[in-house]
């Protein structure tokens, strides 16, 4: 399903990370904690997450969906140069251009090979295979601008707004963060959102349901969340439940679930603000 960006409303962000190692738990996923902490940052909220093997019929159609929602999508992992790198020719194939090497990349990527044969004590063969090789993780879909790599000088790429990084997180989130401040800085949002819940005891969800709509119709706003646990290790058994979003919104919003909760059969806990 495409995902559509509706006229006027905020940009949204998504990430993709691309990986058999994640799937199959050879490594753990870090990449979309940390960008949900880099938006945060920012007063930014991660909209959607995606996670896609190494498989090019499933990057191409998960990248297709990305070019055509008009988010703001960070894609890692896949952009290197091995067999079981897909990522860069998938990016093509969605967008329907050729792979090129890009001149910019091209000039990273030697003065890569020359730090690394100068660091061996070994002259610089610009024309050894394995050399020449290493010059396809320039090569980008035709009308892409690089991400400057700060760890190794081996670029990602950008298309419009889908941004093209590597798995490693020692590169990817300078990349991503390089890319938030330079390219959005018109979108942080810092201090436009506010969040503050209560845990709950001896409630159901389905009881609290009405209660919960009726705070969003009376706030337009507001978001209200319901977190349920069996096993917590301080609260045990509870809900969380909370309202976020505008702030001018939040002490009204809130009162009225506190005057809510009082109507049901449940005990209070603690009240958290975030």
Partial sequence: MTRQSSPGAKRAFGLIIVGDEILSGKRADKHMPKVIELLAARGLPLAWAEYVGDEPLRITAALARAFASGDIVFSTGGIGATPDDHTRQCAAAALGVPLVLHPEAEVLIRERMQDTARESGVPYEPDRPDNVHRLNMGVFPLGSNIIVNPYNKIPG???ADVHFVPGFPVMAWPMIESVLDSRYVELFAHGSAAEKSVIVFGAMEATLTPLMEAIERTHAGIKVFSLPSVDHPTYGRHI???VK???????AAYAQLLEGLRT????????LVR
Wanted: net charge negative.
């Fill in 264 to 271: 049901f059969d449940a005990r209070l806990g603690p009240e």
């Fill in 245 to 251: 979003g505008d702030p001018g919104e939040i002490e």
């Fill in 240 to 242: 969380e439940l909370g």
């Fill in 157 to 159: 790429f950008s298309v």
